[in-house]
């Protein structure tokens, strides 16, 4: 199974919207092993399809990492054209980061509780509620269905705070211990 670079804030492909998957195919199936796979091996908590280059509306996650001994671990979650049913009007801000924004961190304001519908890898529908790190995890990755970065919840003060940081990754010269594309080849 490859690893499959991530690609990096500037790529247009994040900016898009996914598309939903209309049934369960071979290909569907091997995209999920290397999502997984990918998602790993980066350390990632969440992986969401455009950041490997994909318009599935698909995403991943595994919030164990994050959660106190005394929490219910969930493992790896799979969902296929999810869909937010609810939010709660409660916020909390966290910090972020993202996979395809090396070594960016900040604070979010998101809902602190949520309702997920989705499918999962058998295309099993589920409607389950989520608080916590899995909500964050969840909307963090949901927002890059509809082509929404962290970033982007930035006041512009705290975005120009980082603004060295974007511009060495829209130069390609971003290092990350994981593939990530673009990136100028050195030599
Ligand atoms: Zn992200």
């Not at 927002?143 to 705290?158: E, M, P, T, Y």
């Not at 390609?172 to 080849?185: L, T, V």
């Amino acid at each position: 199974m490859p690893i499959l670079p991530i690609v990096t804030y500037n790529d247009p492909i994040l900016r898009e919207k996914t598309q939903e998957v209309d049934s369960r195919t071979e290909v569907i199936d091997r995209f999920l092993e290397d999502l997984i796979e990918t998602m790993y091996y980066s350390n990632g908590l969440g992986l969401a399809a455009p950041q490997v280059g994909s318009s599935h509306r698909i995403f991943v996650f595994d919030p164990d990492p994050m959660l106190e001994d005394d929490e219910e671990k969930l493992g790896l979650i799979v969902c296929i054209n999810p869909m937010i049913i609810e939010q709660s009007s409660q916020q909390v801000s966290m910090d972020e980061g993202c996979l395809s924004i090396p070594d960016v961190k900040d604070m979010v304001k998101r809902a602190e509780t949520i309702t997920l519908q989705y499918l999962d890898e058998h295309f099993v529908e589920h409607t389950r509620n989520f608080s916590g790190w899995p909500a964050r995890i969840i909307l963090h990755e949901y927002d890059h269905l509809d082509g929404i970065l962290f970033i982007d919840h930035l006041s512009s003060f705290r975005r120009r705070m980082h603004k060295s940081q974007l511009k060495a990754i829209e130069a390609g010269e971003a290092e990350a211990p994981y593939p990530i594309s673009p990136k100028k080849h050195s030599t």
